[in-house]
Structure formats: structure tokens, C-alpha cells
């Protein structure tokens, strides 16, 4: 005789299941498959190495610009016979970790005086102020530009160069919340407690406002990506034998007629990437806004 227990058993979903049936319920299908879509370059950039079919300066001349399809090279290769999928998977890696880290230093600089002009206000404030007025009418590009041409272009100074992009959004959204949580009961609880300032602005003010930061991360990471690939595509971004999606497509530019897919390969990458990231991001701020709800 069978069971209960066996019958739910057989009759229960399993949980890949029930995940899936929960994402159904909870996440749209556009910001789905931004979600795989990024997983997935995650996992690139995490295993570019173990990935890559060929090294990224390997030549094969014998089959300089093959088309998609080669038996070898199921991307193609370049003019140079250099492996064009080995390359991208390479040039996510370095695309995503300048993105990444310039993001979170971004953010990281601008919360931080965001919180300094909260805090002491008067000269502090208005000294943050006015240098986030000057950095949001200053062109970035321009500047960027200029400051690679004199000092040289390196992975670190690009990614310290890309950490100054979007901070004043940072130090205003940190400053208004932070002035407003500190106007709440909370708050002033915990200073009554004997609570130091760091311990309050960063163990409980912080908390409460790192949703709102967290979107606009989001928002901002998609920028930085195309910033990058814009420096590159000049020629000041990151430097041969190195390789970035901008890089790919400043180089691939010059056989757009012959050779197409050397552009479109890395371009279609940064098409889908900053989609999916402003996909998520939009989903992010409808659920973590409380306005929204």
C-alpha cells in the first residue's frame, strides 16, 4: 500500500522547480535573462583563462581574417590570424574589472563625503557641494582624455581615473539620506546611547540607505563600461598586447568592410551587457524604492 509521505514525494516539485516557478511570479522576462546574461559574464571574467581556446598574441597567419564558422576559430580571427573568441573572453575579463572597480571606488569617495557634509555641514557641506556642481558640468570624456595623454595610460590609472566618474551622485543621494535618517528616532537613540559618529553613520545610517546606493551603482556601472570602451576605442584606454571590448572594437573598425565580425563580436558584447545591467537595475529600484510599493 502506498504511503502519504510517498505520494507527496511524487507529487511535491522539486526545487529547481520551485525556483523557477518563483522567478515566473516575481521577475519579468526581459530582467531574467539579464540576470543570466550578466551570470554568465561573471563566469567569463572568473574563468577567461580556462576558457580561452588560444592565448591572445597567438598568431595563426595561415588563417588571417577567416570568417565565423573556421573549424579552428569559430569566431574568426583577426588581421593578424590572433583568435577573435579567445580575445573577447579576455577583453570581458579586463572590461569587467575596470567597470567593477571603478564603480565600487566611485561609490565608496562619494558616499563618504556625502556622509562628511551630513555630518559637519557649514564650510565641509558647501566645499562637497560645489566640487559635485564642478565635476557634474566638467565633460569627463575631455578631461579623461587629457589627464591619459599626459600621464600615460596603465590599468591603474584607468581604473583610479574611472573611479571619479559619477561620484558626486554618491556624495548628494548619500547626503540627503543621511540628513534624513539622522532627523529619526533611531538615530538619536543611538547617540543618546553613547554611540560614536563612525558607529552611527556607518552601523546604522548606512544600513538603511544601501539600497538606494546599491541602484544607483547599477546605473552607473553600465556607463562606466562604455566610458571605457570609448577611451579605448581612442587609443588611450588599455594598451596592446592587453585587450578590452573597446579595444577590440577600435582596432576591428579599420576592417569593418572586409571583416565585420571583429567589431560586432566585442560590440555586441557591450550592447547586451550595459542592457542587461540597466534592465536589472530598473527592476532593482521598483522593488527597493518604498515610494514605488
Not at 103 to 126: N, Y
Request: aromatic share 10%.
Amino acid at each position: 500500500m502506498v504511503s502519504v509521505d510517498t505520494i507527496k514525494a511524487h507529487t511535491a516539485p522539486s526545487f529547481p522547480q520551485r525556483l523557477v516557478s518563483l522567478l515566473r511570479r516575481h521577475v519579468p522576462i526581459s530582467v531574467g535573462l539579464g540576470i543570466l546574461w550578466l551570470a554568465a559574464m561573471v563566469f567569463i571574467a572568473c574563468f577567461a583563462d580556462q576558457l580561452r581556446p588560444y592565448g591572445i598574441t597567438a598568431m595563426d597567419l595561415t588563417n588571417r581574417l577567416a570568417a565565423p564558422g573556421n573549424a579552428k576559430h569559430w569566431l574568426g580571427t583577426d588581421e593578424l590570424g590572433r583568435d577573435v573568441l579567445a580575445r573577447l573572453l579576455q577583453s570581458i575579463r579586463v572590461s569587467l574589472v575596470i567597470a567593477f572597480g571603478a564603480t565600487i571606488l566611485s561609490a565608496v569617495f562619494g558616499t563618504a563625503l556625502g556622509f562628511a557634509a551630513a555630518k559637519f555641514r557649514g564650510a565641509v557641506e558647501h566645499l562637497v557641494l560645489v566640487l559635485a556642481d564642478f565635476q557634474a558640468a566638467l565633460p569627463f570624456l575631455i578631461m579623461s582624455l587629457a589627464v591619459l595623454a599626459f600621464f600615460g595610460s596603465s590599468m591603474l590609472l584607468l581604473v583610479c581615473l574611472m573611479g571619479f566618474y559619477g561620484w558626486e551622485r554618491y556624495a548628494r543621494i548619500a547626503r540627503g539620506l543621511a540628513i534624513s535618517a539622522s532627523a529619526q528616532g533611531y538615530a538619536a537613540a543611538v547617540v543618546q546611547l553613547g554611540a560614536t559618529p563612525a558607529r552611527v553613520y556607518f552601523h546604522h545610517i548606512l544600513p538603511n540607505v544601501a539600497s538606494t546606493l546599491i541602484v544607483s551603482m547599477t546605473l552607473t556601472f553600465p556607463e562606466i563600461i562604455l566610458m571605457e570602451s570609448s577611451l579605448s576605442f581612442l587609443g588611450l584606454g588599455v594598451q596592446p598586447p592587453e585587450t578590452s571590448l573597446g579595444n577590440m572594437v577600435g582596432f576591428g573598425r579599420e576592417y569593418l568592410t572586409r571583416a565585420p565580425w571583429i567589431m560586432l563580436a566585442p560590440s555586441l558584447v557591450i550592447m547586451l551587457t550595459t542592457l542587461s545591467i540597466s534592465l536589472v537595475g530598473d527592476w532593482l529600484r521598483d522593488k527597493l524604492d518604498p515610494t514605488v510599493r
